[in-house]
């Protein structure tokens, strides 16, 4: 299955928002299959963001972090203005 954060009330997830989905004995780990987090996703996050899952078979927790194609197109768009600004 999929889980789907669905943010209230006008919330909106920004980079470095952190979630603690879940918290476990360290005794009871052993007998849950919790996956590799490519299932959880934010509703309408935005597309400059993704989920960093990197913590969650371990700690439970998904952090907002910007989607790598949108920092390297914005920073290869930062150069050229610099350029030509410079230029």
């Known amino acids: 299955g999929s ?22 004995h360290e005794e009871a780990r052993a007998t849950l299959t919790l996956g590799d987090g490519s299932n959880i996703s934010i509703q309408d996050l935005n597309p400059a963001y993704s989920l960093d899952v990197s913590r969650w078979e371990t700690d439970g927790i998904v952090t907002v972090v910007p989607e790598p194609g949108y920092l390297l197109l914005s920073f290869g768009a930062l150069v050229l203005i610099r350029r030509r600004w410079l230029g």
């Open 3 to 24: 889980i789907v954060l669905r943010p209230q009330n006008e919330y909106a997830p920004e980079m470095g928002h952190s979630y603690d989905l879940w918290n476990i």
